[in-house]
């Protein structure tokens, strides 16, 4: 009796290669780590930073679940903030709402008044000026350990002396329309920043990479492009991107979720507003065509009444 093995054993090649492909596009591509986790982003892009996110997903329970913060510094914990943070980015930039409506799911199991300053970007109110912050741990699923940021009586009086809430009382002013006071927080940015990064009173020997990102929304929503777009240019140098970065832009660690979080935002601000300058632009060629259309015509009537007018003589 004759086997037909052929189909049976191309099979097989085939998911075997499928298998090495996607390992061998994880190491060049993402960073794989040993656990078959992404530990990085090699290539900043809105699409590898949304694969990197969504690979922080943990199922808690039917239809709902939490994005732990990183693949291997903190894989079994989870902050509400970030999660507030990333349900945004799943939705309005990676265009996965199923996976932001699981995580909405868990937030509302887990609901808290704040949500971290960052919550600014999000359209939630902050309260100035700056107290410090730290966290609780607000229940555990399994291994999963769920954490608040919580605000605590101490006021920040040195604030200036951190990028990461310059830039965001910057973007607090800049949304509430006050670009004056958001300049002058701006003008407090610039002198932290060495060319490298933020050197600020948190420096520890590494530069933080999620400084870059709010400055860059920062300064891009008060409408200084060029400086936006260097401090992104500035992320895309730091190989691999990570969490923390050295003086010659080596990526060290891994990649947390509110640093991939924050620089998709960065990102994709920056291509908004780059969109509304093309569309600004666009109108104004408009207008200035139908101008042109205009004065086109009353020349043509004017030489038609003069040749009219000289008829008649």
């Known amino acids: 009796m004759k086997t037909h093995r052929c189909p049976v054993v191309l099979g097989v090649v085939v998911v075997v290669l499928q298998a090495l492909l996607y390992t061998l596009f994880g190491y060049l591509v993402m960073g794989f780590h040993s656990t078959g986790r992404f530990e990085y982003v ?56 199923v996976l932001a409506e699981n995580v909405e799911r868990f937030l509302e199991l887990y609901k808290t008044g704040f949500y971290d ?23 555990r699923v399994g291994e999963i350990t769920v954490k608040h940021v919580i605000v605590l009586d101490r006021v920040m009086e040195d604030y200036d002396e951190y990028a990461n809430l310059v830039a965001i009382k910057a973007i607090h002013h800049a949304r509430r329309g006050e670009r004056e006071e958001a300049a002058r927080e701006l003008e407090k940015l610039r002198r932290l920043y ?81 969109n509304k300058h093309y569309d600004a632009l666009l109108n104004q060629g408009r207008v200035e065509a139908k101008l042109l259309i205009l004065i086109t015509l009353l020349v043509l009537i004017t030489i038609l009444l003069l040749r009219h007018h000289s008829g008649k003589h």
């Open 194 to 274: 060495n060319g490298v990064g933020f050197r600020d009173k948190a420096f520890n020997g590494y530069y933080e990479t999620y400084k870059l990102a709010l400055a860059a929304t920062a300064y891009s929503m008060v409408g200084y492009d060029e400086e936006a777009l260097r401090l992104l240019e500035a992320i895309r140098e730091v190989k691999p991107l990570t969490t923390l970065y050295t003086e010659n832009k080596t990526g060290v660690g891994d990649l947390n979720l509110e640093t991939a979080c924050l620089v998709a935002i960065a990102i994709n601000q920056s291509i908004h507003t780059r």
């Open 42 to 97: 090699e290539n900043t892009t809105l699409g590898e930073i949304c694969l990197f996110i969504e690979g922080l997903y943990r199922e808690l329970g039917p239809g709902y679940g939490c994005l732990v913060e990183s693949p291997v510094v903190e894989s079994d914990t989870c902050y509400t903030s970030t999660n507030m943070l990333a349900v945004y980015v799943l939705r309005s930039i990676c265009g996965n709402s």
């Open 117 to 139: 300053y960052y919550q600014v970007l999000l359209g939630l109110p902050i309260q100035l000026p700056f107290n410090a912050t730290s966290h609780v741990v607000a229940g």
